[in-house]
T-cell receptor, first 113, second 110 residues
Framework: SAVISQKPSRDICQRGTSLTIQCQVD?????MFWYRQQPGQSLTLIAT?????????ESGFVIDKFPISRPNLTFSTLTVSNMSPEDSSIYLC??????????FGPGTRLTVL | DAKTTQPNSMESNEEEPVHLPCNHS???????IHWYRQLPSQGPEYVIH???SNVNNRMASLAIAEDRKSSTLILHRATLRDAAVYYC???????????FGTGTSLTVIP
């Protein structure tokens, strides 16, 4: 199994600012995934982040709004840029360690005022 | 991605079996059926997965219809800790991404 931690666990931000969310895994993994879960909704995949290459974004998500870094095999960051209240969500990272099981972090609860 | 249909919510009495249905009439031959659950204030966790045959693990059983157009997640004895949203997800064997549907919110009544 994989143990995933995220920082911060929650934050309250002002509109127009940016927040960087960190995801740390206790094992080396090739692929990491970022999801968004809006209040009362299911999870939506934002992007897939492979180490050493550009992240692949899903339809409706763009790099300018959600830049992702993947500097090594155990770490990734997701930045939510120029935030608006509509960005208030839980952001989760996940990894695939032993296909096909996917492990999820505890999430970062973001509130934008 | 092939679509899944699940009831929005279900209730079960504690210590009774729970059968959570999932319809996936457009499933392809290379789609695996996965079940994840999300406990309150946590990230989703793996429950079980299968392709054609029924599967059992320590957490649950997965019953897959012969035509694979539907499946049922079976919790043999529901506990209060099983209260969660249960997601049925189809994923092609060649892919690594999971695309979540709306899921079933399970309430367990003491």
């Amino acid at each position: 199994s994989a143990v995933i931690s995220q920082k911060p666990s929650r934050d309250i931000c002002q509109r127009g600012t940016s927040l960087t969310i960190q995801c740390q895994v206790d094992s080396q993994v090739t692929m990491m995934f970022w999801y968004r879960q809006q209040p009362g909704q299911s999870l939506t995949l934002i992007a897939t982040a492979n180490q050493g290459s550009e992240a692949t974004y899903e339809s409706g998500f763009v790099i300018d709004k959600f830049p992702i870094s993947r500097p090594n095999l155990t770490f990734s960051t997701l930045t939510v840029s120029n935030m608006s209240p509509e960005d208030s969500s839980i952001y989760l990272c996940s990894v695939t360690l032993a296909h096909p099981t996917q492990y999820f972090g505890p999430g970062t609860r973001l509130t934008v005022l | 991605d092939a679509k899944t249909t699940q009831p929005n919510s279900m209730e079960s009495n504690e210590e009774e079996p729970v059968h959570l249905p999932c319809n996936h009439s457009t499933i392809s031959g290379t789609d695996y059926i996965h079940w994840y659950r999300q406990l309150p204030s946590q990230g989703p966790e793996y429950v079980i997965h299968g392709l054609t045959s029924n599967v059992n693990n320590r957490m649950a059983s997965l019953a897959i219809a012969e035509d694979r157009k539907s499946s049922t997640l079976i919790l043999h004895r529901a506990t209060l800790r099983d209260a969660a949203v249960y997601y049925c997800i189809l994923r092609d064997v060649a892919l690594t991404q999971f695309y979540f549907g709306t899921g079933t919110s399970l309430t367990v009544i003491p």
